[in-house]
């Protein structure tokens, strides 16, 4: 029977050690960083009838959250809430999410062209370079 041995290094050794103590407490870091990468995005790709009207307050990202299905961390990024017309009637409230979608998506049936600015926003590279960022912080100790 064939036997093998390997000894790795000490220091890498504490490095394992490390990361396996504070790995989720990086993970909610590294989401929080892609998140805002997205967020940014979003702010820079809504159109321009968004910046005059109160649909940006509703603009949020979550705090990171567990999944119990996948056991994943997640944070989201998101229209949340109902925001006022420039009337500022109460009435008038409408859902933050529904505007965003036929600004998205668009209508079939009324002069309303889509106009994606969410997909357009996640964009791989970035999310993943700033994520990578905070795992290389944990990673080297700073």
Excluded: W
């Amino acid at each position: 029977m064939a036997k093998f041995e390997a000894d790795l290094p000490t220091d890498l050794i504490k490095m394992f050690e490390e990361l396996n103590v504070d790995t989720q407490k990086m993970l909610e870091e590294m989401t929080q960083e892609g998140a805002k990468t997205v967020l940014a995005n979003v702010k820079a790709n809504v159109p321009q009838s968004f910046h005059s009207s109160g649909i940006m307050q509703c603009l949020k990202i979550t705090r990171p959250y567990y999944t119990p299905s996948d056991g994943g961390r997640n944070t989201k990024v998101a229209f949340y809430g109902y925001f006022e017309n420039k009337n500022g009637k109460k009435r008038y409230t409408v859902p933050a999410p529904l505007v965003c979608n036929l600004f998205e998506y668009g209508r079939s049936n009324s002069p309303y062209p889509r106009h994606p600015f969410m997909r357009k926003s996640f964009k791989k590279g970035q999310i993943e370079a700033a994520m990578m960022k905070v795992q290389d912080r944990y990673i080297k100790g700073d």
